[in-house]
């Protein structure tokens, strides 16, 4: 390992990741049934990784914290032990907070759900955690902190302190209760409740209530901007800027610029919208930021192509910088071509040079110095193919899966059917395509798929496809479920660890 954080060793000798399961949050016992609110349909790491937060069906925001420490223990400690320690990321439940609620738009008589769609963290600032969050129509950004309980010290006087000021002492061992005033009065019911006893000049000692701050904390979330009215259609993606103060929000039609600190005005940079619907040919499924360059961003379609836009060319970005789109092989169009081409995510690589795509079927990866064809393109259900028509029946076919890189964009990852993932080595000569169940063995349904090059599109393309399977079974041989999938998932950004989601359960590996 160089000062640098660079490996020092060539990408061909990297081995194949060992999966291995960390925790899992929220997890159900067998036959319990899972109600639709507790769906996780959110997952999102910090830029540091030290935080992570999911989002619901419900509405509600979850926000773990990582505890294990990187310093184990004390140097003197670490004199003793013969060998390094190595540890995974360790995390705990920290807070949550209803982040949005069901909603009704009177004008278009048309209900809002609660469900949470995105979530993307902000920059920290003076301790404070700020992230977004968005619905499909309104995006809010909170701010969750610390802060010092407050609370009220003691109104009343001492009773003792009364007795020695002068008050009056009853003789009989009837008790006697002090007032907020510093009165008191006999307990009996001889006397009348106007029967009270003052020291001559009242009592010099008398406590004001003063409000103190305690040494305990509690974590407060604050939503600190709404922003909203802005999207006739579905928000499906936000992004943030790497300038730290502007966002993104994409529906099917329209890309909105936002100013964090402005949520009354937003300016439209990308609109698809014909002037008359039945021209409609394809709609926004994905935008995001540049990592490094703030006025560049990418947004997918349904037609699966990338769109690579320049915010200095133009106010309205009506025209990309480029497009990346994979060339239609002769004679395989089918009534389900365009289905399954429908980009669902994208991701840019933490350099910015590469970006992820994923749609239906597969899973790819661009380079954005070239736009004939993806360098890797990687089969995730290939044996779902003949059954294309059963799942267009049970809609199926229409679900939206989430991809991944590594922190060190040597691997990619998404998810699929029977609560699988699948992770793939993609630097040039890798084999390593890995499946695993999101369960606490996660190797079980493990399938070994030798690589299977294909032809190359064009003399330019490095075209790799791997991960192909037997078709007509799943990972186990059985009969298929396409009610268990996973949808969301999430890669650290410095180590190798992987949260994903199945059903309402928060699962986590490392390698």
């Known amino acids: 390992m160089k000062g640098n954080g660079a490996e020092d060793l060539s990408p061909g000798l990297s081995q194949p990741l060992e999966w291995k399961f960390s925790q899992v949050f929220g997890e159900r016992a067998a036959g319990e049934e899972v109600q639709e609110v507790d769906i996780i349909s959110a997952i999102e790491f910090d830029k540091s990784g030290d935080h992570l937060a999911t989002g619901d ?51 278009k008589s048309l209900e809002i759900e609660e469900k949470i769609n995105k979530i993307k963290w902000c920059q920290t600032t003076n301790g404070a955690l700020f992230l977004l969050s968005t619905n499909d129509k309104t995006i809010k950004y909170w701010k969750v902190q610390e802060k010092k309980v407050k609370k009220i010290s003691e109104m009343n006087v001492d009773a003792s302190k009364a007795v020695q000021n002068g008050s009056i002492a009853s003789s009989s061992v009837t008790p006697r209760r002090c007032l907020p005033n510093g009165g008191c009065y006999e307990g009996h019911d001889s006397h009348s409740s106007n029967d009270l006893s003052f020291p001559p000049g009242g009592f010099p000692s008398l406590h004001l209530p003063v409000v103190v701050t305690c040494h305990e904390t509690s974590l407060t979330a604050r939503c ?43 300016f439209n940079i990308v609109d698809v919208k014909p002037a008359n619907m039945e021209d409609l040919t394809e709609v926004i499924t994905s935008a995001e930021f540049h990592p490094t360059q703030c006025n560049m961003l990418a947004y997918s379609s349904s037609k699966g ?47 910015g040079r590469h970006i992820l795509s994923r749609d239906y079927m597969t899973l790819k990866l661009w380079d954005i110095n070239m736009e004939s064809a993806p360098v890797a393109t990687f089969q995730i259900h290939e044996y779902l193919r003949p059954k294309l028509c059963d799942l267009y029946e049970n809609d199926s076919i229409f679900d939206k899966f989430d991809c991944c890189l590594s922190g060190d964009g040597l691997r990619v990852a998404t998810g699929s059917y029977g609560n699988l993932f699948r992770v793939f080595g993609c630097i040039p000569g890798s084999n390593e395509a890995a499946t695993l169940e999101a369960s606490k063995n996660p190797t079980r349904r493990q399938v070994q798929t030798p690589s299977r090059p294909a032809r190359s599109l064009s003399s330019f393309a490095r075209v790799v496809r791997r991960g192909a399977e037997s078709p007509g079974v799943d990972a186990n041989g059985n009969s298929f479920d396409f009610t268990t999938k996973l949808l969301h998932l999430a890669w650290h950004p410095t180590e190798n660890s992987i949260a994903c989601a199945a059903m309402n359960s928060l699962y986590m590996y490392y390698a």
Request: hydrophobic letters at 30%.
């Open 224 to 266: 600190r901007k709404i922003y909203a009215h802005a999207h006739d259609y579905h928000i499906n993606s936000i992004s943030n800027n790497s300038d730290g103060e502007t966002f993104i929000s994409a529906d099917d039609l329209r890309i909105n610029l936002w100013n964090l600190e402005i949520s009354n005005q937003s």
């Open 57 to 107: 069906r419900g509405g509600r925001v979850v926000l773990f914290e990582r505890i294990d420490v990187r310093s184990h223990g004390s140097r003197k400690d670490l004199e003793k032990q013969d060998y390094p320690t190595i540890r995974h990321p360790e995390f705990r439940y920290k807070t949550e907070f209803q982040s949005h609620e069901p909603e009704f738009d009177y004008l």
């Open 305 to 351: 192509s990338i769109r690579l836009i320049d915010l200095r060319q133009s106010a309205l970005c009506d025209k990309h910088s480029k497009m990346f789109e994979e060339r239609e092989a002769p004679g395989s169009r089918s009534f389900f071509t365009e289905i399954i081409a429908s980009i669902s995510d994208i991701r840019f690589a933490k350099d």
